[in-house]
């Protein structure tokens, strides 16, 4: 896989928001997690599972109809869609991670790690879970599991000194199983809301 696909900004549809080779990388025996069948981000348990960075073409994938199973997404077009991965792209710190079904060129599931920089803890980063969802007609193939795991692995191979996430209640027994905790004193996610544009 060549890096001129990574680095390509000028549209091509294949281009990577980040290099792939990290992926491959990670060590799934780092994780607290437990997988039955034993499974990575390098192999997903099926040869027509991938896991892999976003790439802009996933606009024809079905990526944004996928995170519609998590929340409103609005009526993004393919303008809005290349204008955020270019920037996303741009700024760096944006680990969009996608599972793709190649049999039939569709997204199954997709988590985010988001990288912060602070000044704090030596001017380390931290690391945020975002917008996990995965098709829940693939229940059973520990996908929800893998995704994240995987990008919890991106977050510590990045050099994380932690990564947090905000859940639903029924979901923090999940997210305990994969080695997050709620930290006594310390586990309120607070939002203000804003009015959005519409
Ligand atoms: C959940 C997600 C968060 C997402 C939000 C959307 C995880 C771990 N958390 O909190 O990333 O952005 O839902 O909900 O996936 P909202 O539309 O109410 O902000």
Redesign the pocket.
């Known amino acids: 896989m060549g890096m001129e696909k990574y680095n390509n900004v000028d549209g091509n549809p294949s281009e990577y928001l980040y290099p792939p080779e990290i992926l491959k990388r990670l060590n799934f025996d780092k994780s607290p997690a437990t997988f039955k069948p034993k499974i990575s981000a390098a192999s997903p348990g099926e040869d027509w599972m991938v896991v892999r960075p976003l790439q802009r073409s996933d606009f024809d994938k079905g990526f944004l109809q996928l995170l519609g199973q998590?929340?409103?997404v609005g009526n993004v077009t393919r303008k809005q869609f290349d204008e955020r991965f270019t920037s996303m792209k741009q700024s760096g710190g944006y680990y969009v991670t996608v599972i793709e079904d190649t049999r039939i060129s569709k997204l199954i599931g997709a988590?985010t790690l988001t990288i912060e920089q602070k000044f704090i803890h030596n001017c380390s980063v931290r690391g945020r879970?975002?917008?996990?969802?995965v098709n829940d007609t693939y229940r059973g193939k520990q996908l929800g599991k893998l995704i994240v795991v995987t990008v919890s692995l991106l977050a510590q191979e990045l050099g994380c000194y932690k990564m947090s996430?905000?859940?639903?209640d029924k979901l923090i027994k999940f997210y305990e199983t994969l080695g997050y905790k709620l930290e006594p004193g310390n586990s309120n996610a607070m939002n203000m809301r804003f009015e959005e544009p519409s």
């Open positions: 998590l929340t409103s988590a879970l975002e917008d996990v969802v996430l905000d859940c639903k």
